[in-house]
């Protein structure tokens, strides 16, 4: 069984595999005229021998008639003969699959899902890479109880100054250290907490003690929840006087 398909410019017939109709989806290009068609369009099947008749009958025409242009493919096949048993073995046209409404809204709604989820799970890095969508993803986050939390990057973090002295004005009398932390970042930053160690005059430990951002706002009615890109903070912690007889410290940033 062989297969023909018809040039819809030019009406030439042509001979074409299975291998040819698959390469891209039966688009072929008329070597006569150089027309792009599919040749699922005007596709037929037909015996070895009807061809080799055919080419007999074109060889015999082709005698009598040397005039008469012809445009074969196949050695001795003309038009006319192409189309004989048309009728018997034309194919349609491959039909185009149409499109489920149904298939398209459970794409779409699975879409949704699994945007909802990445936003979920990357939320912080979201909120880092664009500060305009915070506002969005804490309602978001309300929604689903939960928060979108900031970075934590130490490196950016300095302390650009800091003191440990007494308060002879309180009493009982207590000491108090002060420092002021900055964020070289372009992102706003959690705050750190910050370990405090006490030593002696060998640079001994005496003892240390970790402060959380609760522990040095304690107190205050508007507490910040992060360091802004760039910014400073002044934090102060009130220590009771002990009998550890401390007379230098140490003062480390970190996130638990």
């Given at each position: 069984?062989?297969?023909?398909?018809?040039?819809?410019e030019?009406?030439?017939?042509?001979?074409?595999?299975?291998?040819?109709?698959?390469?891209?989806?039966g688009d072929?290009?008329?070597?006569?005229?150089h027309?792009?068609?599919?040749?699922?369009?005007s596709?037929?099947?037909?015996?070895?021998s009807?061809?080799?008749?055919?080419?007999?009958?074109?060889?015999?025409?082709?005698?009598?008639?040397s005039?008469?242009?012809?445009?074969?493919?196949?050695?001795?096949?003309?038009?006319?003969?192409a189309?004989?048993?048309?009728?018997?073995y034309?194919?349609?046209?491959?039909?185009?699959?149409?499109?489920?409404?149904?298939?398209?809204?459970?794409?779409?709604?699975?879409?949704?899902?699994?945007?909802g989820q990445?936003?979920?799970?990357?939320?912080?890095?979201?909120s880092?890479?664009?500060?305009?969508?915070?506002?969005?993803?804490?309602?978001?986050c309300?929604?689903?109880h939960?928060?979108?939390?900031?970075p934590?990057?130490?490196?950016?973090?300095?302390?650009?100054?800091?003191?440990?002295?007494?308060?002879?004005?309180?009493q009982?009398?207590?000491?108090?250290?002060?420092a002021i932390?900055?964020?070289?970042?372009?992102?706003?930053?959690a705050?750190?907490?910050?370990?405090?160690?006490?030593t002696?005059?060998?640079?001994?430990?005496?003892?240390?003690?970790i402060?959380?951002?609760?522990?040095?706002?304690?107190?205050?009615?508007?507490?910040?929840?992060?360091?802004?890109?760039?910014?400073?903070i002044?934090?102060?912690?009130d220590?009771?006087?002990?009998?550890?007889n401390?007379?230098?410290?140490?003062?480390?940033l970190?996130?638990?």
């Open positions: 069984m062989a297969l023909v398909t018809l040039c819809p030019c009406r030439t017939s042509f001979r074409v595999t299975s291998i040819q109709l698959k390469a891209h989806d072929v290009r008329c070597g006569h005229c027309q792009v068609f599919n040749s699922f369009a596709l037929i099947a037909m015996e070895a009807e061809i080799s008749n055919a080419s007999k009958g074109v060889d015999s025409e082709r005698r009598r008639s005039h008469e242009a012809t445009s074969p493919v196949l050695p001795g096949w003309n038009q006319k003969e189309q004989r048993p048309a009728s018997e034309y194919f349609e046209a491959k039909p185009q699959p149409k499109s489920n409404p149904l298939w398209i809204i459970a794409n779409l709604v699975l879409l949704l899902v699994l945007t990445a936003v979920y799970f990357y939320r912080a890095e979201i880092v890479t664009s500060p305009g969508m915070r506002l969005f993803l804490e309602r978001y309300v929604m689903l939960c928060t979108v939390p900031y934590q990057d130490i490196t950016q973090l300095s302390i650009e100054s800091s003191d440990l002295r007494e308060n002879p004005a309180h009982p009398k207590i000491t108090t250290m002060t932390l900055r964020n070289h970042a372009s992102f706003p930053l705050l750190p907490a910050l370990k405090l160690s006490l002696d005059n060998q640079d001994q430990l005496l003892a240390s003690r402060f959380t951002a609760d522990d040095y706002f304690s107190g205050e009615t508007n507490l910040i929840q992060a360091i802004a890109p760039n910014h400073e002044e934090i102060r912690i220590l009771e006087r002990s009998e550890l401390a007379t230098g410290y140490r003062l480390l970190l996130y638990p």
